[in-house]
C-alpha cells in the first residue's frame, strides 16, 4: 500500500506558474506508474499526466500538453507537476494517484491510490 500526499496548490494568476507535489510513503514508490488527475467543481474527474517508473516516459492529455511538465524523483518518493501558462479554467482540485501498470486507460478506474487533493485557483 501507498499514501499520497499532494501540496503546492494555491491562488495564482493567470499566466503565472506553479509547482505541485506528491509525496509518497508506504511500499516501494519506483514500484508505481504515478499520475495526476484534476476535478473542477460540477465537472468529471480529468486526466492529466502519466509516468512511467523510472521516469523515461511520459504522457500528456491534451489538454495540458506543452504547458505542464510531471517529473519524478525516486530518492525522494516524490512526483512532481509543472504547471505554466495557467489559465482561469486550470481551476480545479489536483490529485496524484499510483497504478503498478502502464497504458491500457487513463480514466483513473486504472488507478489504485490517490491523494486527498490539492486546489488550485487560477485568476483572470
Known amino acids: 500500500q501507498v499514501q499520497l500526499v499532494e501540496s503546492g496548490g494555491r491562488l495564482v494568476q493567470a499566466g503565472g506558474s506553479l509547482r505541485l507535489s506528491c509525496a509518497a510513503s508506504?511500499?516501494?514508490?519506483?514500484?508505481?506508474?504515478m499520475g495526476w488527475f484534476r476535478q473542477a467543481p460540477g465537472k468529471e474527474r480529468e486526466f492529466l499526466s502519466a509516468i512511467n517508473w523510472g521516469g523515461s516516459v511520459t504522457y500528456y492529455a491534451d489538454s495540458v500538453k506543452g504547458r505542464f511538465t510531471i517529473s519524478r524523483d525516486n530518492t525522494k518518493n516524490t512526483v512532481y507537476l509543472q504547471m505554466n501558462s495557467l489559465k482561469p479554467e486550470d481551476t480545479a482540485v489536483y490529485y496524484c494517484?499510483?497504478?503498478?501498470?502502464w497504458g491500457s486507460g487513463w480514466t483513473g478506474n486504472e488507478f489504485r491510490y490517490w491523494g486527498q487533493g490539492t486546489q488550485v485557483t487560477v485568476s483572470s
Open positions: 508506504g511500499r516501494t514508490f519506483s514500484s508505481y506508474v
Open positions: 494517484a499510483a497504478r503498478t501498470t
